[in-house]
């Protein structure tokens, strides 16, 4: 059974996370190359072979994105889905299995977007003396979790059809205990990031664990056939290995204990390319392939070094490392109020340098996509716990800077679909014939979350 670090976290902000942000490094031990020995095809042109045609593959697929940009990155309005059933038309589908992100236009209205940002405004003016954010003289990332904003838009019903759609992308094996059709929420903080600044800058890196993707038994499975030599064959939408992956060996201070299946944001202003937005590689498989593939090729195998992952710290993707990923990074579109981003959870992504823009600030709502699992179940047990007595949620540095505040949001004044996602309340009962429509593995996910979360 898998573990969770359960340790409280102590005082600090986003910049722990980050090396880019100040973050420190320790180098590697031995026993890292003895791991490169164990789990590297015997014959090493194997793996050098399937690097070639990798490389080769990048070439041909850069020209693309150098001709066209941001419009690599497709989106769609959540109308769309709407009409749709609630699926991505396959045109659309096809091309986030190729590009791992996608912009969905109109996810909040636009009106209640910007109403949000006023009142998240609001409160922290209102509790500046309390407030704690990153960098500590002029915050662009609050330590804040506990809006009436957040919460309302972690559960808005057009965020939930947009994930369920993105979801059915993905596949794992009807006996793996995960349901894909029930989003949890997972509370996460916000950005506002003003005109000029450029102290919340994010170099390349990839979440959900570092050096953990290789050392895990279960984590490595998920990338088998990219560590075998065929990544051609690598479904980067296969969870059935994900659910179970240790992701957090280290006790690293920003790890992510949820199984985010997709990150993603919901944007709080009108954000051009430039403006401090977010960038992606669009080359899912590829880029997921070049940098677990590159430390194990034969030239590297006799270093304790795995090219930027760190315990304890994400991992980060550089030019000098990484260079046809970094060449190919492009920023998302403009995105206006309300639009959400959504990127795979083996993306390497980064943050411009500089919100570029006048007169607006970027200000997005973190809010990632989580299906029913046991990890997923255990945590929100212990972030329910956070948000009734108002403390920040475990996986954050413990600042604890809205426990005081009364305008926080409150058990009472949520709405039913507010609390299941927050496992304040079960999800609805389901009839006999729906029942037997589901897998083996999605009504293991249902009993453990409801026997986590005391619902029996
Ligand atoms: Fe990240």
């Not at 959504?342 to 709502?365: G, R, Y």
């Amino acid at each position: 059974m898998m573990m969770q670090n359960t340790k409280a976290k102590a005082k600090g902000n986003i910049s722990s996370v980050f090396a880019s942000l100040g973050a420190s490094k320790s180098s590697l031990e031995p026993r890292f190359v003895t791991l490169k020995e164990e789990i590297t095809p015997e014959d090493p042109d194997v793996l050098q072979a399937s690097f070639d045609r990798l490389l080769a593959s990048f070439g041909k697929e850069k020209e693309e994105i150098k001709q066209k940009g941001s419009a690599v990155v497709p989106e769609i309005h959540i109308d769309d889905i709407k009409n749709n059933g609630g699926s991505l038309p396959e045109d659309v589908a096809a091309c986030v299995r190729k590009r791992g992100a996608l912009v969905v236009r109109g996810l909040i209205d636009r009106k209640e977007a910007q109403d949000y940002k006023t009142q998240i405004k609001a409160y922290i003016n209102d509790h500046r003396d309390k407030m704690i954010g990153y960098p500590e003289d002029n915050p662009q990332v609050w330590e804040l979790y506990w809006t009436k904003a957040q919460v309302a838009a972690r559960a808005n019903e057009n965020f939930a059809i947009a994930s369920l759609a993105l979801n059915k992308l993905w596949y794992a094996h009807p006996d793996t205990p995960v349901d894909l059709t029930k989003p949890l929420t997972y509370c996460d903080r916000l950005r506002i990031r003003q005109p000029g600044d450029s102290n919340f800058a994010l170099a390349e890196h990839v979440d959900g664990g570092s050096l953990e993707r290789w050392e895990d038994p279960e984590y490595r499975q998920v990338y088998d056939k990219i560590l075998n030599g065929r990544w051609e064959d690598y479904n980067p939408f296969d969870a059935t290995h994900r659910i179970n992956a240790e992701m957090d060996l280290y006790e690293a201070p920003g790890g992510c204990s949820m199984f985010r299946i997709f990150q993603g944001w919901v944007a709080l202003s009108d954000i051009t390319p430039g403006g401090g937005t977010i960038r992606v590689c669009p080359l899912i498989k590829e880029q997921t392939a070049y940098y677990m593939m590159k430390p194990l090729l034969e030239q590297h195998k006799d270093q304790a070094d795995f090219m930027g992952a760190w315990p304890g710290r994400c991992h980060d993707i550089s030019k000098e490392h990484h260079s046809p990923i970094v060449d190919c990074m492009v920023s998302i579109p403009p995105v206006q109020y309300g639009d959400g981003v959504f990127w795979h959870c083996d993306q390497v992504h980064a943050v411009e340098p500089k919100n570029e823009m006048k007169t607006e600030d970027s200000t997005v709502l973190y809010i990632p996509s989580v299906p029913m699992c046991q990890r997923n179940s255990e945590y929100l047990k212990r972030q329910r716990d956070a948000f009734l007595n108002g403390r920040t949620p475990p996986d954050f540095p413990g600042n604890h800077c809205e426990e005081t505040i009364d305008l926080r949001a409150k058990e009472n004044d949520m709405t039913e679909q507010e609390k299941i996602g927050m496992g304040l309340l079960p999800f609805p009962a389901v009839s006999e014939s729906e029942q037997q429509k589901t897998t083996y593995g999605q009504r293991q996910a249902m009993k453990q979350h409801n026997d986590i979360l005391g619902f029996q």
